[in-house]
């Protein structure tokens, strides 16, 4: 498989425009990345945008910190699939985890899922928040909620994807479900060294830069 059907084109920050969001489509198109990734205002736009094409819709939930209530997270979800979305990348409520209330943080994931019905389902733990304990933990609760991949990071935090935390997630999922890396991922070298590593999609900003082998901004997602 091609490179560029690893990629989720991305493009998820606070001053994102209409303007660069169709750019982000068009770009999609032209490189035949997997899909988009995108606030949930952008839904729609990127389904006028990618009619007729392959290209897939994916829309951030409860990003980026993932600590908005549980109804909240619902609801934005069941509107991103009415708008078009095919992918929901839901955050995790981090602190939940971090108090040990794991039956909360599934149940959260599994009434996501069950809202998106056959959509595909990717749930951010935001790696670089937790422990090695905490992001095992958080895979098997991913995992037992039915979703579809764990996700490592939203790109906002401390710190993005790694492959030590790739390792770590694949030896909890065992191939039951499928890994998202995103974050820090700017060229074709590094994201080989993911794919390699066992991810089956690379969330990233700098989809171009990693196609077309040229290495992207340190300032990009």
């Known amino acids: 498989m091609k490179i560029a059907q690893y990629i989720d084109h991305t493009s998820l920050k606070a001053t994102t425009t209409e303007a660069e969001v169709v750019q982000l489509c068009k770009e999609a198109k032209k490189y035949k990345f997997y899909a988009v990734c995108v606030n949930s205002c952008y839904v729609e736009l990127c389904a006028n945008e990618l009619k007729g094409s392959s290209v897939k819709i994916a829309s951030v939930v409860g990003f980026p910190l993932g600590s908005m209530d549980t109804l909240a997270k619902i609801a934005e979800s069941k509107n991103a699939v009415i708008m078009g979305a095919d992918e929901i990348d839901m955050v995790i409520n981090i602190g939940f985890l971090k108090d040990k209330k794991y039956e909360l943080v599934e149940n959260e994931i599994n009434k996501i899922k069950k809202a998106i019905g056959d959509k595909i389902l ?100």
Do not use: P
Not at 164 to 188: C, M, W, Y
């Open 122 to 221: 990717k749930v951010i733990i935001e790696t670089c928040y937790l422990t090695n304990e905490e992001k095992k933990i958080a895979t098997k609760l991913v995992l037992s909620a039915g979703a579809d991949f764990v996700k490592t990071s939203t790109g906002f935090g401390t710190a993005g994807a790694t492959l030590e935390d790739v390792e770590l997630l694949k030896s909890v999922t065992q191939n039951k479900i499928q890994i998202k890396a995103s974050g820090g991922i700017r060229d074709f070298e590094t994201a080989q060294k993911f794919i390699k590593a066992g991810v089956t999609r690379i969330g990233t900003s700098n989809g171009i830069q990693i196609v077309t082998g040229q290495k992207g901004s340190e300032q990009t997602y």
